[in-house]
Nanobody, 123 residues
Framework: QVQLVESGGGLVQTGDSLTLTCTASGITFYTYVLAWFRQAAGKEREFVGAVDPGGRSTVASDSKRGRFILSRDNAKNTVFLQMNSLKPEDTAVYYC????????????????WGQGTQVTVSS
């Protein structure tokens, strides 16, 4: 049974940095793509970024690129989302998702999800 547990969310101020952590179990971690999505109130879930089994990362090509950094530690079954220069529009529930081997950017392509962690950025 796949389990993804996110942590690290909280209330921060504009310009702050925050690192989210997702720890996985029930999968052969080093063969899985781990991704981050986010969903703001009243909006659809959107792709933030993903990191493939080899550690190569893809970040959404909008205001997140250059501010968000993804990494993984295969020895600890953990993926990280480092968020810098946070803005109020980054406020959302952030979800970790997993799929086997191939990078994807659509939420529907990810069969496994964590419960989410709230990030709130105050102005």
């Amino acid at each position: 049974q796949v389990q993804l547990v996110e942590s690290g969310g909280g209330l921060v101020q504009t310009g702050d940095s925050l690192t989210l952590t997702c720890t996985a179990s029930g999968i052969t971690f080093y063969t899985y793509v781990l991704a981050w999505f986010r969903q703001a109130a009243g909006k659809e879930r959107e792709f933030v970024g993903a990191v493939d089994p080899g550690g190569r990362s893809t970040v959404a090509s909008d205001s997140k690129r250059g501010r968000f950094i993804l990494s993984r530690d295969n020895a600890k079954n953990t993926v990280f989302l480092q968020m810098n220069s946070l803005k109020p529009e980054d406020t959302a529930v952030y979800y970790c998702a997993a799929r086997y081997l191939l990078v994807a950017t659509n939420a529907s392509d990810f069969p496994s999800w964590g419960q989410g962690t709230q990030v709130t950025v105050s102005s």
